[in-house]
């Protein structure tokens, strides 16, 4: 349960390895720092609303890897419950993955509304195989496993592979539009997402066909005396 959590909360919330439960600085022996790593105290339950069209949601607070610790700025990523069906009816619902998982280690709900609160606030929500708190090695090790399951060559699969694949289904469903509403979401101040996403089958089988129909004039073939420079975006 915690394994497939992770896996969702990689993948949605387009997290590096180290992000899902210690930074990448944890495997070289820095202790678990609850102001920075998920913790349970991270996830807040919020009030259903219009925006959230009725569903119970919440944010889960991630502080980018490569932000130092004089800043930890923190980006509450919101997740909503996808449908109204008995918890755990859809195995792609985030929500319900991070409500099972917590049951599964606690032994009991989270709270309807707000965050957790005394010791278990400062506790690291996903812990690896091992016992240890969750780091880089533990995201590669589920990639690798996902793959083989899947009939996939698991050498091509690492910490990274949730972050791809979550960066082009987003594009997949937004289109032009999910560069600005990943950098809204905090997961990249820069086009370095593009890097991310991954070229979609069917838009590349439909603009091998579609490309016929182009017909628009570029700007140096009408204007004989402009060329467009190496650098022009």
Not at 29 to 56: K, L, M, N
Not at 100 to 119: E, H, I, K, Q
Not at 167 to 178: E, S
């Amino acid at each position: 349960m915690l394994e497939w959590a992770a896996a969702l909360v990689a993948w949605n919330l387009l997290l590096r390895g180290g992000e899902v439960g210690h930074v990448a600085r944890g495997e070289n022996g820095e202790p678990f720092d609850p102001t920075r790593d998920p913790t349970f105290g991270a996830i807040e339950f919020r009030v259903p609303c219009a925006d959230s069209e009725g569903h119970p949601w919440l944010t889960f607070d991630i502080v980018p890897i490569k932000d130092g610790k004089a800043r930890a700025r923190t980006c509450p990523m919101g997740v909503r419950r996808r449908c109204r069906g008995p918890l755990g009816s859809d195995p792609l619902c985030v929500y319900d993955a991070i409500v099972m998982a917590w049951r599964s280690a606690t032994g009991s709900d989270p709270p309807a509304l707000g965050r957790a609160a005394g010791a278990l606030a400062g506790r690291p929500f996903f812990v690896g195989r091992a016992g240890h708190v969750w780091d880089t090695t533990d995201t590669r090790a589920l990639a690798e496993r996902m793959a083989a399951a899947l009939g996939l060559p698991a050498a091509e699969f690492g910490a990274k592979s949730f972050r791809v694949g979550g960066a082009t289904d987003w594009r997949d469903v937004f289109g032009p539009d999910a560069q600005r509403i990943i950098t809204l979401r905090g997961r990249w101040s820069s086009d370095i997402s593009l890097i991310y996403q991954r070229a979609l089958l069917e838009e590349q089988l439909y603009g091998s066909v579609a490309v016929a129909a182009a017909s628009r004039a570029d700007l140096e073939s009408v204007v004989r005396s402009w060329v467009q420079p190496a650098t022009f975006r």
